[in-house]
């Protein structure tokens, strides 16, 4: 669940980063190594460097901050829609079942998009994706469906709630890259704490580690795939899925 100090009315990024992003997991311990040069990553940069044209109405980290009591509670509430779709009741989506969930949702992918996707949000490599990578290819969805041409791009998830909340995961990125690139750098994520702090030694060293987090191939820039993983695990929607393995 997210840390109760998100509940607090007051809210400050360096408590923000050491609470709620401590607990992202290292690079080594990722049971697979994401690959960014893929077809589907370029697609996925090319339709945020898109929606980067339009801009964000976020004005600072803090605005993100005290969005994510809101989002948590959205992304959990999908977990009925991820039950539905899961139809053998194993705890994960598989390969067949996600069609069936595009088909439903009237998603309109082809099955090497669809394959695509699975690939890449199935981090694990197993039997197919668990709560938090489905999360993850849904806000990808999202994001893709942008560029659409067509009118109900945005509406066709049939997820009018989650979808407001995916949108709100682009604005965060979109604020973070400042040069529109498509990806976030280093500088551009201490540039963004430093612009709701003091700045200083201590809030540089925390971008930096939480930079690190996100960057699991190691390659100095963050592409918007990374940045969902990383944030799937600070607000602790991995840990609904242990317990569901446990269970």
């Known amino acids: ?7 607090c009315v007051g809210f400050h990024v ?14 080594e311990n990722l049971p697979k190594a994401l690959i960014p040069e893929s077809k589907l990553e370029t697609k996925i940069v090319e339709a945020m460097q898109h929606r980067e044209s339009e801009g964000t109405s976020l004005k ?7 969005k994510f009591p809101k989002i948590d509670s959205s992304l ?8 539905q779709f899961d139809e053998d009741g194993n705890g994960v989506i598989d390969r067949q079942e996600l069609k069936h969930c595009f088909r439903e949702l009237e998603i309109s992918f082809t099955d090497d998009e669809a394959n695509d996707l699975f690939e890449a949000c199935d981090i694990a490599d197993d039997t197919g994706m668990k709560f938090s990578e489905f999360i993850v290819l849904l806000c990808l969805v999202y994001l893709l469906k942008q560029g659409s041409t067509d009118l109900h791009a945005k509406s066709r998830m049939g997820l009018p709630d989650l979808e407001s909340t995916f949108e709100t995961l682009v604005e965060a990125f979109v604020f973070l890259d400042k040069d529109h690139d498509g990806h976030v750098s280093r500088k551009e994520m201490v540039e963004a704490i430093n612009e709701t702090t003091s700045g200083g030694r201590s809030s540089g060293r925390i971008a930096m580690k939480r930079f690190e987090e996100m960057d699991w191939d190691k390659n100095g820039m963050v592409n918007f795939k990374e940045f ?20």
């Open 1 to 7: 669940m997210l840390d109760p100090f998100f509940l």
């Open 14 to 27: 360096v408590l923000f980063c050491s609470v709620t992003m401590g607990g992202a997991v290292a690079k």
């Open 60 to 66: 600072s980290f803090n605005s993100i901050i005290l």
């Open 76 to 83: 959990r509430k999908c977990k009925a829609t991820f039950q």
């Open 228 to 247: 969902l993983f990383a944030f799937t695990r600070w607000v602790g929607l991995d840990n609904d899925d242990e317990e569901d393995d446990e269970a």
